[in-house]
């Protein structure tokens, strides 16, 4: 067994990194760049003009891409050219034990286990073997999805090829367990990461009804689908989807989630509505996005009667704290019970830069401007281009009495403000009666 399992797979990200560019030559400029840019498809149609070139020994982007768009008889043929010059290459000989499981050639297997000198591959251990034994095809699936699984939430904007190792390892999970819809999904999110909403879309369409994934795999449908052809088209999308599930709450909530992110709130509220008539004591969620429809619409009243009703059917959700108490205190009404909630909601949720916007807000409105400005600090650090915390550490400093700064920090704000931030025009007259403008 592996010792240190995490620096096994920092070790085995960074020689991916390293092996995925080995060629030098020029000819493969294009191919690189394609498989840097995630174009799979270009790499493969650049395998299959440059055959005859005879310098070219390196086919790891062809190995990786095939692999990944599921092109599993050109991933074995490439393997084998690979391994004719290369036979110790990790990722080839990965493929090729794949196919062997799947073929149930235990013989094959083991041979692919040793390397030239009769050492066994730490990975290849883990992944197929239990002392000594081979795994089950569901255990090999799932070796395979663990080191995606360490690996998931490690990307380095400096190391874009990672999405490519993470999609190589779950299409070889998928590969021996088609039924491993974990890793399915999975890939389904990764092809989203990389912008690739139509292959996406096909991978989560292999996920049948009866699995746990099924519902966020429709809804990641839906969401590729505006992705490309805007909210315009997505509405009969959905429909569809929802028509053919019509008894699913979750499948019909979809349509109520995309006319409250398209801001067509009456749609949504009303879609919301009949679902909580369906079920009204168990849909603490759906109160609180319904509360959020209305509070979008200017209807704070109705609003705060959702945001209370979801607290009374689940306490302490930290989302509904935060934004029950954040409305009160924006309108400058109970003060003192909306820190509170705050308190308690960050505490529950330190990692939210939202929550501990809203709990500095609220020292702000207790005029505790010292501490207001060392937790607002903290927001910033956490995400520094955040309009809204910026714009509020200015008014912050402003009321410290560090008026440079505020002024400063205002105009960041105002610069980096999203149309759905509506702060603009309030920051620009901020600057104008401070003559800072």
Same mark, same amino acid.
């Given at each position: ?37 995630? $174009? ?53 000989? %990965?493929?090729? @034990?794949?196919? &062997?499981?799947?073929?149930? !050639? ?8 040793? $390397?030239? !000198? ?24 799932? &070796? ?15 190391? &874009? ?5 993470? %999609?190589? #390892? ?10 491993? #819809? ?21 991978? +989560? ?19 590729? #689908? ?21 008894? =699913? ?22 879609? +919301? &509505? ?19 429809? /209305? ?6 009243? @109705? ?18 704290? !935060? /934004? ?16 509170? *909630? ?11 830069? /939202? ?7 609220? #020292? ?11 937790? @607002?600090?903290?927001?910033? $650090? *956490? ?16 009321? *410290? ?14 610069? %980096? ?7 603009? =025009?309030?920051?620009? @007259? ?8």
């Amino acid at each position: 067994m592996i010792k240190n399992f995490k620096i096994f797979i920092y070790s085995l990200i960074l020689l991916f990194s390293k092996t995925i560019f080995a060629s030098s030559s020029a000819s493969f400029l294009i191919t690189q760049t394609a498989f840097n840019n995630y $174009d799979f498809e270009q790499v493969l149609y650049e395998y299959s003009s440059e055959e005859n070139i005879k310098y070219r020994n390196d086919y790891l982007d062809e190995l990786i891409s095939a692999v990944i768009t599921e092109n599993i008889i050109l991933a074995e043929k490439i393997s084998k050219k690979i391994l004719l010059t290369d036979p110790n290459n990790q990722e080839a000989k %990965l493929l090729m @034990m794949v196919k &062997s499981i799947n073929a149930n !050639n235990d013989q094959e297997l083991e041979s692919l286990r040793f $390397d030239k !000198n009769n050492q066994k591959n730490d990975l290849f251990e883990f992944i197929f073997f239990l002392n000594e034994k081979i795994k089950s095809k569901k255990d090999i699936s799932n &070796s395979f999805l663990e080191i995606v699984r360490s690996s998931y939430t490690k990307q380095s904007t400096n190391y &874009s090829q990672n999405y490519n190792f993470l %999609l190589f #390892y779950t299409s070889l999970a998928a590969l021996v367990n088609e039924k491993n #819809y974990e890793a399915i999904f999975i890939k389904g999110q990764l092809l989203q990461m990389i912008d690739d909403y139509f292959f996406a879309e096909t991978t +989560y369409q292999k996920i049948p009804e009866e699995s746990d994934y099924f519902i966020d795999a429709q809804r990641n449908i839906a969401f590729n #689908y505006s992705q490309e052809n805007g909210f315009d088209n997505v509405e009969n999308k959905i429909k569809v989807i929802v028509k053919n599930n019509n008894e =699913d709450y979750e499948i019909t909530k979809i349509l109520a989630d995309f006319y409250r992110i398209e801001k067509k709130y009456d749609l949504a509220i009303k879609i +919301y &509505s009949d679902l909580i008539k369906e079920n009204p004591n168990d849909l603490w969620y759906t109160y609180y996005l319904r509360g959020i429809c /209305y509070e979008q619409s200017d209807n704070w009243d @109705m609003a705060e009667l959702d945001f209370l009703q979801s607290l009374k059917i689940k306490r302490n959700s930290p989302n509904v704290l !935060n /934004y029950l108490a954040y409305g009160w205190i924006e309108r400058d009404i109970r003060i003192d019970e909306s820190f509170v *909630m705050l308190t308690e909601a960050y505490e529950a949720n330190p990692d939210s830069h /939202y929550i501990l916007d809203s709990l500095a807000w609220a #020292y702000f409105k207790k005029k505790d401007y010292v501490k207001a400005a060392e937790l @607002m600090e903290e927001v910033i $650090d *956490m995400v520094p281009g955040e309009a809204v915390s910026l714009d509020h550490l200015g008014d912050i400093y402003f009321a *410290m009495n560090r008026k440079r700064e505020a002024v400063y920090f205002w105009r960041q704000a105002k610069d %980096l403000a999203k149309p759905e931030d509506e702060i603009s =025009d309030k920051i620009q @007259m901020k600057l104008k009666e401070y003559d800072a403008s």
